[in-house]
Nanobody, 123 residues
Framework: QVRLVESGGGLVQAGDSLRLSCAAS????????MGWFRQAPGKERDFVAG???????DYAESVKGRFTISRDNAKNAVYLQMNSLKPEDTAAYYC?????????????????WGQGTQVTVSS
């Protein structure tokens, strides 16, 4: 069975950094696209960052220059390095996996989702 498990969230102050991790199992990880989405209370689940099997990346405009997505195929893992965090980054962050031919920014590209990890940034 496919499992995606996020970790690394927490409560931090504005300007701090966090690194989120997503461990995948039960799939052929190296041939998939992976993404990070976030959802604040009362809002839609929005695209944050995505990475294709070959390493091509895409980012939401609000996080460009601050966040970096990466993957380690040997470990079946994807990461989100978040620097210069702002209060508006506060949300539950979700790891997702999908086929490698879809638009990285679209939720329906992804077939599997993790349980989420909470990131809270205080001012």
């Amino acid at each position: 069975q496919v499992r995606l498990v996020e970790s690394g969230g927490g409560l931090v102050q504005a300007g701090d950094s966090l690194r989120l991790s997503c461990a995948a199992s039960g799939l052929t990880f190296s041939t998939t696209s992976m993404g990070w989405f976030r959802q604040a209370p009362g809002k839609e689940r929005d695209f944050v960052a995505g990475i294709r099997s070959g390493g091509m990346t895409d980012y939401a405009e609000s996080v460009k220059g601050r966040f970096t997505i990466s993957r380690d195929n040997a470990k079946n893992a994807v990461y989100l390095q978040m620097n210069s965090l702002k209060p508006e980054d506060t949300a539950a962050y979700y790891c997702a996996q999908g086929g490698d031919s879809g638009f990285l920014r679209r939720r329906n590209t992804y077939s599997y989702w993790g349980q989420g990890t909470q990131v809270t940034v205080s001012s």
